[in-house]
């Protein structure tokens, strides 16, 4: 796929976000610097399409606004989906970007928690640290869940859709919650 069809193509996946019930926020661009730096510590190249997307969006998080999903409290217990309110297409690291939107901090979790070494993480669910899609050192797009990795027959963009559209549903579901509770 080639960046312009790359880039095109997350912007179709956006297209049915409504604007009053989610944000779309992303950092500024990084340096080719930060991107060296990444696929020197990781020996992992960050893929061309995903490289020039991130010079114009860089770590872009569509999240559901608190007035239609309303962020939980310390110590709330809930089913797991119902923490799980953003996509984040993670970044490379600049000033602005949050730690959470990291490409690199994310790897490094990998790292940490299940001693993947030879995955780069680009995709993730907001409050969902188990579960990213990436691509492995061998150039293969793989989900890694947990410690389970799975290569994907399927392209990158196609599964950013599917978890946009996952993303609509899962706030269809908290808005019939939420006036559940207002009864």
Same mark, same amino acid.
């Not at 080719?32 to 020996?43: D, R």
């Not at 310390?74 to 970044?91: E, K, N």
């Not at 691509?135 to 990795?149: C, L, P, Q, S, T």
């Given at each position: $796929?080639?960046p312009?069809?790359?880039h095109e193509?997350?912007w179709?996946?956006?297209? *049915?976000i409504n604007k009053?019930?989610?944000?779309?926020?992303? %950092?500024?661009?990084?340096?080719a610097e930060?991107?060296?730096?990444?696929e020197?510590?990781?020996?992992?190249?960050?893929?061309?399409e995903?490289?020039?997307? %991130? $010079?114009?969006?860089?770590?872009l998080?569509? $999240?559901?606004?608190?007035?239609?999903? *309303?962020?939980?409290?310390?110590f #709330?217990?809930a *089913?797991?989906?119902?923490?799980?309110?953003?996509? /984040?297409?993670?970044?490379?690291?600049?000033?602005?970007?949050p730690?959470?939107? %990291?490409?690199?901090?994310? &790897?490094?979790?990998?790292?940490?928690?299940?001693?993947i070494? #030879?995955?780069?993480?680009?995709?993730?669910? &907001?409050? #969902?640290?188990?579960?990213?899609?990436?691509?492995?050192?061998?150039?293969?797009?793989?989900?890694?869940? #947990?410690?389970e990795i799975?290569?994907?027959?399927?392209?990158?963009?196609d /599964?950013? %859709?599917?978890?946009?559209?996952?993303?609509?549903?899962?706030?269809?579901?908290?808005k019939?919650? /939420?006036?559940?509770?207002?009864?």
């Amino acid at each position: $796929m080639t960046p312009e069809q790359f880039h095109e193509q997350i912007w179709k996946a956006l297209k *049915p976000i409504n604007k009053e019930e989610f944000h779309a926020v992303a %950092s500024v661009p990084p340096t080719a610097e930060a991107v060296s730096f990444i696929e020197t510590s990781t020996g992992i190249k960050i893929p061309e399409e995903f490289t020039t997307f %991130s $010079m114009k969006t860089n770590g872009l998080c569509i $999240m559901a606004k608190e007035s239609v999903w *309303p962020e939980a409290k310390l110590f #709330d217990v809930a *089913p797991a989906w119902t923490f799980h309110c953003g996509v /984040v297409l993670l970044g490379i690291d600049t000033d602005d970007l949050p730690e959470w939107a %990291s490409i690199l901090e994310a &790897y490094k979790q990998l790292v940490e928690r299940f001693e993947i070494t #030879d995955v780069l993480p680009l995709l993730t669910i &907001y409050g #969902d640290g188990n579960h990213v899609w990436g691509v492995r050192k061998d150039g293969a797009f793989v989900e890694v869940y #947990d410690d389970e990795i799975t290569v994907l027959d399927k392209e990158f963009t196609d /599964v950013y %859709s599917e978890e946009i559209e996952a993303l609509m549903q899962r706030l269809n579901d908290m808005k019939k919650r /939420v006036a559940a509770r207002q009864k």
